[in-house]
């Protein structure tokens, strides 16, 4: 199970990197208005504006209007979750502990959606409570959309600005990390071995 989990994530990440030089489709513009918003493909590039639009963000018992740009050279993943959904709190000791032990390289951001019928008096309530150290998404309208689900927990892989995985809550692991991360390092190394060999052509 161990060694099939490490091949998906792989495959996955092989897939992101075949696809980061893409140019962004004119049909996946971010719906603005009246204009409906198209869901992202795995595998897309995604564009300068979803890292740019604005997310209402609970932080330490305040809420503020922020974007996403402050992750978008990490590893980012959405963790979809309800204040009634039980498998969803298990896990967020579990995402706390990937966020503050990878937090250069890593960024967790819980999205708490509109239709879960949550309030911030709640979520208030319920994030003091588990005491994670992270922030979430409410009220959201846009990113359900834009990573569609029916169940939750739902993670949403983000790596090298590309939508690269949807997932359950059993691939969000140390190990899977520590694959992407590895992988990462290895095609940097060798874009850098490229890049000096054409440098030191005579």
Not at 99 to 120: F, H, I, K, S, W
């Given at each position: 199970m161990k060694k099939t989990t490490i091949i998906c994530v792989m495959a996955l990440l092989c897939l992101n990197l075949s696809t980061i030089n893409q140019s962004k489709s004119q049909e996946n513009t971010l719906g603005h208005g009246s204009q409906p918003v198209i869901p992202f493909k795995q595998g897309e590039k995604l564009p300068d504006s979803f890292w740019e639009q604005q997310h209402l963000v609970y932080s330490k018992g305040k809420v503020i209007k922020q974007n996403l740009s402050a992750y978008r050279d990490k590893i980012l993943i959405l963790d979809y979750w309800a204040t009634w959904c039980g498998s969803c709190i298990r896990h967020m000791g579990e995402a706390?502990?990937?966020?503050?032990?990878?937090?250069?390289?890593?960024?967790?951001?819980?999205?708490?959606?509109?239709?879960?019928?949550?309030?911030?008096?709640?979520?208030?309530?319920?994030?003091?409570?588990?005491?994670?150290?992270?922030?979430?998404?409410?009220l959201d309208t846009l990113l359900t959309k834009q990573f569609p689900h029916r169940l939750v927990p739902h993670y949403v892989w983000i790596v090298n600005n590309a939508f690269t995985a949807a997932t359950g809550s059993e691939f969000v692991n140390r190990n899977n990390i520590e694959v992407i991360l590895d992988g990462q390092q290895k095609i940097k190394e060798a874009h850098n071995r490229r890049k000096s060999s054409i440098t030191n052509k005579p």
């Open positions: 706390g502990s990937l966020q503050q032990e990878y937090g250069g390289l890593v960024a967790m951001v819980l999205v708490n959606c509109a239709n879960t019928r949550d309030t911030p008096e709640k979520i208030d309530v319920l994030m003091k409570q588990s005491a994670t150290g992270l922030s979430t998404i409410i």
